[in-house]
């Protein structure tokens, strides 16, 4: 079986790391909350797709991580970057379309890229980042760099051809990659039962002799226990594993897209709302002695002013200048082309 | 100067390219133990061992994509595509990624990549194994698109586009791999974006490239013979696009014929007679005239094949047809 190469990992964590996980949780929270209010008030433009209710994967996944790791993102991507050291105020710039954002205003919502961060970008086709990572964990392997690239997709990009094309390069090559497969169920409004053949999506790394695990996306310690086990595989024997992190979006697919409508209920939505990955793991927390609703207040007062503080700075950076519509496309100056000078 | 052929000549800039920087990896299906399905990498795989010779399953848009993340962290690939043929399965990677990385990061992420191939038809290849993409790609922001003539320009082209920092579209002519020329023996590069004259003239502008230049070329040796005096231009790079040698020549011929491989609809020679009209419409003394691939899938049959190419007696009635002796 593959899964018996998967590491063992003490499950103890320290009370700060604990309660630093519950921190996270709420500021992603608390962000993209603010987010979906700032586009109502046509703030932000083009698409926004928010993570509300996954906290849990990216916060778990990301927390095992080293600075000089690497991550890729869906265009679900605004938690996964401030997770992985991105500074809130960019992030908000960057949805703002302010030259100050994190890609200076050309990406947006969906292409949110910092590289003295390793995070390697927002990807907007589906799956078409996981070649991209592929690549990133074959040159870590290239230069014997002991680094793991983390690279998060929805259910639906397992259909495509690049996945297969993907996992069974990087288990041939036994490089150091972790595809977490973020299954809330729903690519756009279409129910993974009416989209994959396959309805335990974990299962499609047999067909690469791949090391996989399913687990509760909705966990924040078990969803670090298992990116934290496949990560060391990778860092150690430079091998790749598919976790499949069974989540629940509370949100539409996007901000166009109502909380339920067509394609799920609201009985759903709410039942799933009885499994909020936050409220869980706070009263987990709290039973085990470790906090109290006085404790939760404070962490989230602070979240939100992190968030406010995130919005001021959007609000109050320029646009990009008029000059940048031609800076970076090319690296080099040619013609009407410039560079910027990063 | 030794004399070798456009395949040899690209199989050094290779070497040369990886000995120099040990970033630079190749990667492809049949790279390395077949040694390249058009024997391209002969020898280096056994040179540079398989780190750095990577042959891959037969799957385009995943090796492209490992390409442009490798490029994303400090790597330099050189991507092989069997043929252009197949590129059309990695467009996602090289359009979507590859193209606008840099853009979208906001100056973030180069790609320094090149993916390289044999383009345009060969002999009766039909048609999914005959087609001149090069418009495809050069119309993409953030690509640079380079279709060397010659051995000589293969080899130079092919090193700079390996040191460039941008990705780098590299359209080898199927048909010219055995094709020979003067290559120097020592090191050398052809800089991207800068056109070059093939062969000097008074009378008309033919601007071609890739295979089209030795048709182009012979239709002009046929035309001297007349007493026509012909100046055949490659631009070599195809974007970008080195526009102010191609106007100069029409400012001075006042005539101006395009030969392209591919199909004429929305093709690259569009673009150089809109250049053209913008930049010397004063000195035309005929409209521009375009000889191109016909606006067909490739016919298998020998007979039709032929008619569907560009050919010398094609350019030699066009520019009959600018100077108004037919």
């Known amino acids: ?342 | 100067m030794p004399l070798i052929t456009y395949r040899d000549a690209l199989t050094q800039a290779l070497r040369e390219e990886m000995q120099r920087d040990p970033n630079v990896f190749l990667m492809g299906e049949e790279v390395g133990v077949y040694q390249g399905a058009y024997k391209v990498s002969r020898g280096l795989l056994q040179e540079f061992g398989e780190r750095r010779v990577i042959d891959t399953p037969i799957t385009e848009e995943g090796f492209a994509g490992v390409g442009v993340g490798s490029a994303m962290v400090g790597l330099r690939p050189i991507i092989e595509m069997m043929t252009w043929n197949f590129s059309m399965l990695a467009m996602d990677q090289i359009i979507n990624s590859a193209a606008k990385m840099l853009y979208m990061s906001g100056g973030q992420f180069k790609i320094p990549m090149v993916v390289r191939g044999p383009g345009g038809a060969a002999h009766q290849l039909a048609a999914q194994h005959s087609q001149s993409l090069e418009g495809w790609f050069a119309h993409v922001p953030g690509l640079k698109v380079v279709a060397p003539s010659t051995p000589y320009d293969a080899k130079g082209l092919l090193k700079s586009a390996i040191r460039d920092d941008d990705p780098v579209i590299f359209f080898e002519g199927e048909t010219l791999y055995g094709s020979k020329g003067e290559v120097p023996e020592g090191e050398y590069t052809v800089p991207l974006g800068v056109a070059d004259v093939k062969r000097a003239g008074t009378d008309v502008t033919i601007i071609a490239w890739s295979k089209m230049v030795s048709i182009a070329l012979k239709a002009a040796e046929a035309l001297a013979a007349e007493g026509i005096a012909c100046e055949v231009i490659d631009p070599r790079t195809l974007r970008p696009l080195d526009e102010e040698p191609l106007v100069a020549s029409v400012q001075k011929t006042n005539r101006c014929v395009i030969v392209e491989e591919g199909w004429e609809y929305s093709g690259i020679g569009a673009q150089l007679a809109y250049v053209i009209h913008r930049d010397a419409f004063g000195d035309l003394d005929a409209p521009v005239t375009r000889v191109t691939g016909a606006d067909v899938p490739m016919p298998y049959a020998k007979n039709l094949e032929h008619m569907a190419m560009p050919s010398p007696a094609r350019v030699v009635q066009a520019v009959k047809e600018v100077l108004y002796i037919e």
């Open chain 1, 1 to 342: 079986m593959a899964n018996e190469r998967l590491m063992e990992r003490p499950a103890t964590l320290a009370k700060d790391v604990q309660i630093d996980l519950l921190a996270k949780m709420l500021l992603g929270r608390r962000f993209e909350e603010r987010c979906a209010e700032m586009y109502s008030l046509q703030k932000i433009g083009g698409f926004c797709h928010l993570a509300i209710g996954q906290e849990a994967v990216s916060v778990g996944a990301i927390s095992t991580l080293q600075p000089e790791d690497y991550i890729f993102c869906s265009y679900r991507d605004h938690v996964h970057a401030i997770m992985k050291g991105c500074d809130p105020g960019r992030v908000m710039a960057e949805l703002f379309g302010r030259d100050t954002g994190l890609s200076r205003g050309k990406g947006g919502s969906m292409h949110l890229f910092d590289a003295g961060h390793g995070m390697l970008g927002g990807h907007a086709i589906v799956g078409g980042h996981i070649p991209l990572a592929t690549g990133v964990a074959f040159a870590m392997k290239y230069q014997a760099r002991p680094q793991v690239v983390l690279c998060f997709f929805g259910e639906a990009a397992v259909n495509i051809g690049a996945f297969h094309e993907s996992l069974n390069m990087a288990a041939l090559w036994k490089l150091p990659c972790v595809y977490i497969v973020e299954n809330n169920r729903y690519g756009m409004g279409t129910a993974i039962e009416r989209a994959s053949a396959i309805y335990d999506v974990a299962q499609r790394a047999c067909a690469y002799d791949m090391a996989s695990e399913t687990v509760d996306g909705m966990d924040v310690l078990a969803v670090r226990e298992a990116i934290g086990r496949a990560g060391d595989l990778a860092r150690r024997e430079s091998m790749p594993t598919l976790i499949e992190a069974r989540c629940y979006r509370f949100m539409g697919h996007s901000m166009s897209d109502p909380v339920h409508g067509h394609y799920r209920t609201k009985e759903e939505v709410e039942e799933q709302k009885l499994k909020d990955p936050i409220k869980r793991y706070f009263e987990k927390l709290a039973a085990d002695g470790l906090i109290d609703r006085q404790g939760f207040e404070q962490l989230d007062a602070a979240a939100r002013r992190i968030v406010d503080a995130a919005v001021e700075f959007a609000e109050h950076s320029p646009e990009p200048p008029a000059g940048a519509l031609y800076e970076d496309v090319y690296s080099q100056p040619y013609g009407s082309y410039t560079r910027s000078h990063q």
